[in-house]
């Protein structure tokens, strides 16, 4: 929705909302919070809004009604939307339905994504410019609607249909000619869903089959920025300066994907539960590409400088996938079961690429003339990537205030790709037949009595060899958490999570940790009036591997290193009809990107009527970076702060 | 174009199945209910439920399970009561007696949930053995109120979702408020539900697309493909293998602080074993900040349909 329309319709809502107040002594089943958000941000607003990106305007901040009774041929009629209006996200919900006829849900969502980060693909951070040269500022719209014919009964028809759809401005670079140029480019793409289903269920015989046609198609246009064409690189390449006057590319992709999705699940002698499902999607991808550049560029591959490039590409890529699994529950003793189970699922790729490249006015490094130089490749490419899973786990789920599980798994994936000799500069590991197995042995126990919940999982992984380099060839995770709760009074909890992931092979030396500790509380100090909570915690993550620097290849470690630590905490406070709600967050990093950040959450409501109340909510955000290599430090910080005013109604 | 589809196996295997069904529903124990003992037709004929909880009979009138015990046109909750708590008569005579009427709470309440909702909507979804299968710990109403449940929340629950899930699992839901990099949870209705399910069995903790993908493209659809050139998706890898989904201290929820440290972490070919993707990129001197910002050049870095390098 464009946002023109979105501050019509909040606006709309608003004199609806006010006119509606004077009716404040109707019994209206409406719960709505409409308002306006003022917005103050210092330091680098860019980067607020990569973050954050909440906007000034009017807000439509919820909105709630549902029918306390039929209305006409409906039974259910719910309405309720979050955050619509000046953004970053919102979200509109429609069901509405008669027992036993139909049952007709709706959503719509829309999110504005924006990205600036000042030091994400941007080589000049060290000189202070900032942004980098790939940033977004897009809107994404989600509408699904479903439609549920008979539900309940034995058969239930099933039509639906999603729309996602992603469309805005932007800014990426493009390599050419030895040198990279920032482009203008403006994205446009529609992804629909259209299915049609059938539900069975008799009792202990459900199935269900959906068939789907999804329609897929991109756009995206790019020119050179205005003032780009000296691109990164402004020194001599093979004594040539490298600019471009011009580039030009528009690309376009249609992908046709059906999809069949079925299941079935039949109860036996009310012990076993048996599951089987499938799904088949073969997805086709028919892309064209047109390019048209001018200026001074340098082509290593060619040994040539060139003053203009003509490129058309025309590709189809194709995929044949399939996902199947058979599961078995077993009740052995009440409450008591094993259940098992296979499933895999495989994707067939083959890739096609027609690449045809008019180098237009080459001349050798030595000077001589050599006309335009056209090249045509034909790329052809196929990945074959098979997972398969088996499965079997047993689970006493009370034994008195007990329960425990214990399990394994086993996954064994095939990957066999065979790229095209375009794909490879340097030889290695880019095709080949890959295998690997990993088996997971694990289990869990919870105790529960007395207001004290104690629950701890512990799983290893061993697998046999790595595809990926960053493939573990040992794993283990342990999560260990205790909650306590005394009536209605304390609430106290610890949580544990510990991921030590390694491959030892002495040429990959990969070591993962991610750890994260946190501890919470939750006190009411005077019932239904006054509620203290609080928070702290640890996050910690060391990841190390062996790494090739590709300028000499010499084989050195690099490490990602973060050690975050938080600190939350707030109030509650409702009389009579006040309620004051208050929460302030610090959070501080160091390792690889050192920041802290501080939130501040301050929320009013008095109701001055039985139905009508104000609103006031402060919510501040602060980030602050620090120096580091390659990060932008300081050029990041923003504080930024806003103000929300508005009206609550409840009739 | 042709398309091939599962349709025709899978449609006679649904018709097949009526017959299957009346045969087995012949043979099993069917998972019925557990007695709950429905006196509507007394409790209309006795004072009403809401004569005392005036405000929470009120309330449920919006409450599905009133609809779905009621017949046609009749929507008085009050004929609702019975369904869950049995015959009221004794409680009312007794001047509401609390020990006289049938309460659900903890893990014995939610079997009485279970005589009803005993089988589970679809076919990835498990009572008996998922993570939160029903046990003292994490049951129905651990989650769900039936009377009081969160405004604009589906299914009964409790509390916001966000805040429902973040009430166990804590690290988690601090990762997404403290993290500058995250998915935003508060705003637009976005909620841990938009990728799990949180009653799935052991081992499918998050919702999958229709099509079988991970539930991260049900939003990301531009990042799907099928690509010419794959990268990572689609040919052995995940999302996962370089972002981080519960909420990043790295721009675009990065694994890493550094894209080029990401990406040699698997470009790197060493000696054996040979690993796939592993070929290292050449002549790029990383002391030169150009090369240390590999997506300046490798744009397509989720798939490309044009360029094998994926510049484009």
């Known amino acids: ?651 | 174009m042709k398309h091939r589809t599962a349709a025709p196996p899978v449609l006679a295997l649904v018709a097949g199945l009526a017959a299957a069904a009346g045969a087995l529903r012949a043979q099993t124990a069917a998972p019925t209910p557990a007695p709950t003992p429905a006196h509507a037709a007394a409790a209309a004929e006795a004072p009403k439920c809401g004569d005392c909880h005036t405000d929470l009979v009120k309330a449920f009138a919006a409450n599905p399970h009133t609809r779905a015990f009621l017949g046609k046109g009749t929507v008085d909750p009050n004929d609702a009561c019975g369904n869950c708590h049995g015959d009221g008569k004794k409680h009312m005579e007794a001047g509401g007696d609390a020990s006289l009427i049938h309460t659900l709470k903890g893990l014995s309440g939610s079997e009485d949930c279970l005589a009803c909702h005993q089988n589970t909507p679809g076919p990835h979804d498990s009572f008996q053995n998922g993570p939160h299968a029903n046990s003292a710990a994490v049951n129905c109403l651990t989650c769900h109120s039936i009377h009081h449940a969160a405004p604009k929340s589906e299914h009964l629950v409790a509390k916001p979702p966000v805040e429902l899930c973040g009430s166990c699992h804590g690290t988690e839901s601090a990762s997404f408020r403290a993290k500058p990099y995250v998915h935003r949870l508060d705003r637009g209705g976005m909620s841990c539900l938009d990728c799990h399910a949180p009653h799935a069995r052991q081992g499918e903790p998050v919702k999958m697309t229709i099509q079988g993908e991970m539930p991260c493209l049900n939003c990301h659809a531009e990042k799907r493909g099928p690509f010419v050139f794959q990268h990572v998706v689609g040919s052995g890898g995940t999302c996962l293998s370089c972002h981080e989904s519960h909420g990043s201290n790295n721009p675009n929820m990065l694994q890493w602080a550094q894209v080029s440290q990401l990406c040699l972490s698997c470009h790197s070919q060493t000696p054996p074993p040979q690993t796939y993707g592993s070929q290292p990129p050449s002549f790029h001197d990383l002391r030169s900040p150009r090369y240390r910002n590999c997506t300046t050049c490798h744009v397509a870095v989720h798939g490309s349909n044009v360029s094998p390098q994926l510049l484009k």
């Not at chain 1, 239930?156 to 729309?163: E, M, Q, S």
């Not at chain 1, 008195?400 to 065979?418: F, H, I, K, M, S």
């Open chain 1, 1 to 651: 929705m464009r946002p023109a329309l979105r501050r019509a319709l909040a606006s709309a809502a608003l004199v609806a909302a006010a006119g509606a107040a004077r009716l404040s002594a109707q019994a209206i089943p409406v719960d709505v919070e409409l308002g306006y958000r003022f917005v103050d941000v210092s330091g680098n607003d860019q980067m607020y809004r990569t973050q954050i990106n909440d906007r000034p305007g009017v807000l439509l901040r919820s909105l709630d009604y549902t029918s306390l009774g039929p209305i006409g041929f409906l039974d259910t009629l719910h309405v309720d939307a979050t955050d619509v209006g000046a953004g970053p996200a919102g979200q509109l919900r429609l069901l509405a339905a008669r027992t036993g006829v139909f049952r007709l849900t709706f959503t719509w969502r829309e999110t504005d994504l924006y990205s600036a980060l000042p030091a994400f693909a941007n080589p000049f951070i060290d000189d202070g410019i900032v942004p980098g040269q790939q940033t977004w500022n897009r809107i994404r719209n989600i509408y699904d609607a479903e439609l549920e014919l008979l539900p309940g009964k034995i058969l239930t028809p099933i039509l639906g249909y999603t729309r996602n759809t992603y469309d805005g401005p932007g800014s990426t670079t493009y390599h050419l000619g030895q040198n990279e140029f920032q482009l203008d480019d403006q994205v446009h793409s529609v992804d629909s869903l259209y299915k049609i289903g059938l539900v069975f269920n008799d009792g202990p015989v459900q199935a269900g089959f959906t068939q789907g046609w999804r329609e897929y198609s991109w756009q995206d246009v790019s020119v050179l920025r205005p003032g780009a064409g000296s691109g990164n690189v402004t020194t001599p390449i093979v004594g040539q300066v490298v600019t471009a006057s011009s580039i030009a590319t528009t690309q376009k992709s249609e992908i046709d994907t059906p999809v069949s999705n079925a299941w079935v699940t039949a109860n036996l002698f009310g012990r076993v539960k048996l599951t089987g499902t499938y799904i088949k999607a073969d997805g086709t991808n028919d892309t064209g590409f047109a390019e048209a550049d001018a200026g001074k560029f340098v082509s290593f591959e060619l040994a040539r400088i060139f003053s203009g490039l003509t490129e058309n590409v025309d590709s189809r890529a194709h995929t044949d996938y399939w996902r199947g699994s058979a599961r078995a529950e077993v009740t052995l003793l009440p409450n008591v079961s094993l259940a098992g189970g296979w499933a895999e699922n495989s994707r067939v790729l083959d890739g096609q690429a027609l690449i045809s490249s008019l180098f237009l006015d080459t001349v050798t490094y030595a000077g001589q003339s050599a006309g335009d130089l056209l090249r045509e490749i034909n790329a052809q490419t196929s990945v074959e990537d098979t997972t398969r899973t088996y499965d079997a786990n047993v689970t006493a789920r009370q034994l008195g205030p007990v329960a425990v599980n214990a399990g394994w798994t086993q996954v064994q994936q095939n990957v066999t790709a065979t790229p095209d000799a375009s794909e490879i500069v340097i030889p290695g590991g880019q095709g080949g037949r890959y295998e690997r197995r990993i088996n997971t042995f694990g289990g869990g126990a919870t105790f529960s009595q007395w207001g004290l919940t104690l629950t701890a999982d512990y799983h290893h992984d061993s697998a046999d060899q790595p595809i990926f380099r960053t493939d573990f060839i040992d794993r283990d995770r342990l999560s260990v958490r205790g909650l306590y709760n005394i009536a209605d009074f304390l609430k106290v909890g610890a949580y544990f999570r510990d991921t030590k992931a390694s491959d030892d092979v002495v040429t990959i030396g990969y070591d993962t940790e991610v750890r994260e500790f946190q501890g919470e509380f939750d006190v009411t100090l005077v019932k239904n009036t006054l509620t203290l909570h609080g928070a702290g915690g640890e996050f910690l993550t060391n990841r190390s591997i062996l790494i090739r620097e590709p300028q000499d290849f010499t084989i050195v470690p690099t490490e990602q290193k973060e050690l975050g630590h938080n600190w939350e905490g707030g109030a509650r406070f409702t009389w009579k009809d006040l309620t004051f709600d208050a929460a302030y967050l610090w959070m501080n990093n160091d390792g690889s990107i050192p920041f802290t950040v501080q939130r501040i959450r301050a929320v009013a409501e008095y109701f001055f009527t039985r139905n009508l109340g104000l609103d006031f909510e402060w919510l501040q955000d602060k980030y602050d970076e620090r120096v580091a290599f390659d990060q932008a430090g300081p050029l990041a910080n923003y504080n930024g702060n806003r103000y929300y005013v508005g009206i609550h109604w409840r009739p």
